[in-house]
């Protein structure tokens, strides 16, 4: 049996304070970043784009699994949450860094710590990150990705990957062109591409796609 994942408080459990209110204002951000943090935000992506569920989803890149290995050593330096978050507006956000004293910075805080309550700190909590795929041997191929994103993906994403809208407003996130991530990106790495959409996507049914087809679409939308 897989071992548990952690489960975040209930949605309802924000408590009406001071810190709950903030609390309830980073996950505004966080599911509606570019309306809420407008000045530090260079694409039509919010982070519950790419950490779904809120940031609360198992397996989906949640932010409490982020929460408990913070700070923590990172590519050479001492990363905090806070620094990590930054990071997060300049390389997913195609954007630029919140200050340290932000009231956007220290909202997003407030929520990830308030849905990190009652997780062990410094655990690798299962859950975390999303589902490692590992690259087919035969190496992945672009031309069977255009066929899969035509058949399984373009219906919301839109054919020219630029995400689809309703009323003026998006509702399916763009996944490639200006509006998107940038190479800066994590999710631009293809082994990072591959195991969020085999871990995510289809939207209605994560989990179907084969490694080899997560490989093949991750180097179709990087192509
Ligand atoms: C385009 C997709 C995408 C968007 C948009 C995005 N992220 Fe991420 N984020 C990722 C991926 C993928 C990782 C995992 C990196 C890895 O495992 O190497 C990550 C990692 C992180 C981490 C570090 C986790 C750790 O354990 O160190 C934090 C914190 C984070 N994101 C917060 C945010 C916040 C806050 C936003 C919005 C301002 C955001 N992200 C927007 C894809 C995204
Ligand atoms: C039913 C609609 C739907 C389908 C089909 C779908 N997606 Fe998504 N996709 C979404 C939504 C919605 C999100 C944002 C996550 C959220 O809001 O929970 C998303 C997020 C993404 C992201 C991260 C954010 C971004 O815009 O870069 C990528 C990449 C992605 N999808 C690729 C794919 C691929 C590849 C397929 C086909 C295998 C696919 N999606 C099929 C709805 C869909």
Same mark, same amino acid.
């Given at each position: 049996?897989?071992?548990?994942?952690?489960?975040?408080?209930?949605?309802?459990?924000?408590?009406?304070?001071?810190?709950?209110?903030?609390?309830?204002?980073?996950?505004?951000?966080?599911?509606?970043?570019? &309306?809420? /943090?407008?000045?530090?935000?260079? $694409?039509?992506?919010? =982070?519950?784009? =790419?950490?779904?569920?809120?940031?609360?989803?198992?397996?989906?890149?949640?932010? @409490?699994?982020?929460?408990?290995?913070?700070?923590?050593?990172?590519?050479?330096?001492?990363?905090?949450?806070?620094?990590?978050?930054? *990071?997060?507006?300049?390389?997913?956000? $195609?954007?630029?860094?919140?200050?340290?004293?932000?009231?956007?910075?220290?909202?997003?805080?407030?929520?990830?710590?308030?849905?990190?309550?009652?997780?062990?700190?410094?655990?690798?909590?299962?859950?975390?990150?999303?589902?490692?795929?590992?690259?087919?041997?035969?190496?992945?191929?672009?031309?069977?990705?255009?066929?899969?994103?035509?058949?399984? =993906?373009?219906? =919301?994403?839109?054919?020219?990957?630029?995400?689809?809208?309703?009323?003026?407003?998006?509702?399916?996130?763009?996944? @490639?062109?200006?509006?998107?991530?940038?190479? &800066?990106?994590?999710? *631009?790495?293809?082994?990072?591409?591959?195991?969020?959409?085999?871990?995510?996507?289809?939207?209605?049914?994560?989990?179907?796609?084969?490694?080899? /087809?997560?490989?093949?679409?991750? *180097?179709?939308?990087?192509?």
């Amino acid at each position: 049996m897989a071992p548990r994942a952690f489960v975040p408080p209930r949605r309802d459990a924000i408590p009406p304070t001071f810190f709950g209110d903030a609390v309830l204002r980073g996950r505004a951000i966080f599911d509606h970043t570019g &309306r809420y /943090a407008r000045p530090f935000v260079g $694409n039509a992506l919010s =982070c519950g784009d =790419c950490h779904l569920g809120e940031g609360r989803e198992a397996d989906a890149g949640p932010l @409490w699994a982020a929460a408990a290995l913070c700070p923590r050593f990172y590519r050479g330096h001492m990363a905090t949450l806070a620094v990590r978050t930054q *990071a997060a507006f300049v390389q997913s956000e $195609n954007g630029r860094a919140p200050p340290p004293d932000s009231v956007v910075l220290t909202d997003l805080l407030a929520y990830v710590h308030w849905m990190s309550r009652g997780e062990a700190i410094g655990a690798r909590t299962p859950g975390r990150g999303y589902l490692p795929v590992a690259a087919p041997a035969r190496g992945p191929d672009i031309g069977r990705g255009a066929m899969l994103y035509a058949q399984q =993906c373009a219906v =919301c994403h839109g054919g020219q990957g630029q995400g689809r809208q309703y009323n003026a407003r998006l509702i399916f996130p763009p996944v @490639w062109g200006p509006r998107s991530f940038g190479q &800066r990106a994590s999710l *631009a790495q293809k082994a990072v591409l591959a195991a969020f959409l085999r871990s995510t996507m289809p939207y209605a049914d994560p989990g179907s796609l084969t490694a080899g /087809a997560a490989y093949d679409l991750a *180097a179709f939308l990087d192509a």
